[in-house]
């Protein structure tokens, strides 16, 4: 039988347990830091390894921590071996921001655990809700405070807070908005106190992670859809044979005549516009495989890019 969660305290927080790992995870505690919320301990992911060499790197959140002086963990383990250590964990609670890990018993046991979640539960549960907000064309999206619980982000919601994801922002812009929003939210409960959590009601689509095969463009797709995969980030396809990255673009002028989607349609001042399955897309900032990113336009120029030439694997 699946533990019961610990109820968020009605009153303030006495201190802080934080887990988390990547950038916004480190704008949330630093946020905390700088509000004067006691963090006795920070768990995060291990440092990962760099290129094919002998040195590591640290994760967003342990360089936050290791600058403020706070102690790191890296296991469950670590953490359930520090609180038993203690003779009390009343006042603690655990704060969970894209800590990459599922938390199980005897954690859930020991301290009350909220988990900062940016999408509009029960919609995008899972590893990518930013991602898959943008990808779905969501109007709106935004930060749930939940209770933790073994099912994936299944737990009764404390609190959600609403915010429209705007036309031309990428998942790095909207991420950190969220994590802005989010961190506030959170500090105000912390201080306060949590009131008692709802029921998620229904479910929604799962926010499944983003792979390099999701990321890979299909030109027969709309221009509409292809922009979303640009403001993902990582979006690719093939040119002359050559792995390309396009990191940003917008929705051009539907190309005069029937053009093969993925065809170049034209060099224009503003940067390259490409044909797709329904309208056009222009190019502004790209990438060619082995080079720097740079502006479409000096790209095209530079390799003497020809209208007619096609986006997209060899056929």
């Not at 922009?227 to 929705?251: C, N």
Request: glycine share 12%.
């Amino acid at each position: 039988m699946a533990p019961s969660p610990l109820a968020a305290p009605a009153g303030p927080t006495e201190e802080v347990i934080f887990f988390g790992t990547p950038e916004v995870a480190a704008e949330v505690l630093s946020e905390l830091v700088k509000s004067e919320i006691h963090v006795s301990l920070v768990v995060t992911r291990p440092d990962k390894r760099r290129g094919r060499g002998s040195s590591t790197m640290a994760s967003p959140v342990k360089e936050v921590a290791l600058k403020n002086g706070l102690t790191v963990a890296e296991t469950n383990a670590e953490v359930v071996n520090f609180l038993e250590s203690r003779p009390s964990h009343g006042g603690i609670t655990g704060v969970v921001v894209a800590y990459g890990r599922i938390i199980k018993d005897p954690l859930l046991s020991l301290i009350p655990l909220v988990n900062l979640h940016f999408s509009l539960l029960p919609r995008w549960r899972g590893a990518a809700p930013v991602e898959r907000a943008i990808l779905a064309g969501d109007a709106r999206t935004g930060s749930s405070i939940m209770q933790i619980e073994e099912g994936l982000d299944t737990g009764g919601v404390y609190d959600m807070i609403e915010t429209p994801i705007n036309d031309d922002e990428t998942c790095e812009e909207l991420r950190s908005r969220l994590g802005q929003i989010g961190a506030a939210q959170i500090i105000g409960f912390l201080c306060t106190g949590f009131p008692l959590a709802k029921a998620q009601i229904g479910t929604g689509p799962h926010a499944e992670k983003i792979s390099s095969e999701d990321l890979k463009i299909n030109w027969q797709e709309s221009a509409t859809q292809i922009s979303r995969l640009v403001r993902v980030g990582g979006a690719h396809s093939m040119f002359r044979g050559q792995r390309f990255k396009i990191l940003s673009a917008t929705v051009g002028p539907i190309p005069p005549g029937a053009k093969e989607p993925g065809c170049v349609v034209e060099v224009q001042r503003e940067g390259v516009l490409v044909s797709t399955g329904n309208g056009g897309l222009c190019l502004q900032q790209v990438q060619a495989e082995g080079k720097k990113p740079m502006a479409a336009r000096d790209w095209a120029n530079g390799a003497r890019v020809q209208a007619g030439e096609i986006f997209g694997d060899v056929r």
